[in-house]
């Protein structure tokens, strides 16, 4: 069976475990211990980033983006790449951006305001907010929304059918801009339709965390 190596409430295992799911593959979930000194996590990942996915045979792969892309090679049903090359290129576009430049906005915004401490974000003291990190980053995020409720606009999923890039945007969307009361925002119903409809959809409700983060005042 497959071994993904994942936290439960990391983004980018999220968006790996969301295709797991929503492609019907078995797989053992583990949560790595002590994966920055472990000489076997550098094995998996020599990044010691996860998720990294075991084969069978003992081969690994790391990069949820190439994670993702080789589940779909092996396991082409259902589809989650369009047919048309414009298409498939365009999901790929929407997903390598969310990971690059969506999720480092959303970073940005969370970490200038909180410590990072699983399973909580503690609120930081005001004297230690970075304020210019935070109105930069919210206004990117802003920007992001924007033009991804634009790319919803007459579609259902962005990838028209549900796509590699729905899985990769269902963290940030669901996840931490709503944990962070960026969304629900009716500047962007597009996002609202799709969120609500996102919520009800088996893979989801298989991947997403079951004891996500939630916000410690300090
Ligand atoms: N580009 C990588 C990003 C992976 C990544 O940042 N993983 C986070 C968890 S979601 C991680 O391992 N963070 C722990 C660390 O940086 O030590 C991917 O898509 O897989």
Redesign the pocket.
Known sequence: MLKLY??ER????W??RLVLAEKNIPYESIEPRN??EDPGFARLNPF????ALELEDGRTL????V?NEYLEEIHPHPPMLPRDPYERARVRMLEDTS?QYVYSAVRGLAMSQFEFSPPYLIRRKPETVDHRTLEESRAKVHEHLARLDSELSGRTWFGGTFSLADAALAPPLTGMLRLLGILPDQRYPNILAWTRRIAERPSYLASAPKQPLSIKES
Request: glycine share 4%; net charge positive; hydrophobic share 25%.
């Open positions: 994942n936290f990391s983004p980018f295992g968006k790996t994966k920055m010691r980033l996860t998720p790391y990069e949820s983006t994670i990971d």
